[in-house]
């Protein structure tokens, strides 16, 4: 990971835009590292296996949240994130930022 360290103060702080953004961009630079192929030059991102990894790492976060113990916060959670998924993948598509990579539109996922 690259230098996305911080002081325990600023960790406990709240909410951090550019911890986030560094956090998304090595996550992002983990699956493309573990989707280039042996045998070519190619890149072949697993969509299914890569949302299944994904999802485990979302549930696994979220057990961490105590708040996730009260069935209500937890729906609300859930339905929160499915509705940004929905909006943000809509936009994504629409505005080519799945051209990222040479990913192609038509392939299967």
Known sequence: M??????YERATAGFNPEFRRRLAAEIIAAVAKASIVSDANVMAIRTTETLDALADVLITVLAMVPRMDVPSELRKT????????????????AEGVADILGAQREGNA
């Open 2 to 7: 690259t230098d996305t360290r911080t002081t």
């Open 78 to 93: 859930a339905e929160a994130l499915a509705k940004r998924v929905q909006r943000d993948v809509a936009r994504a598509r």
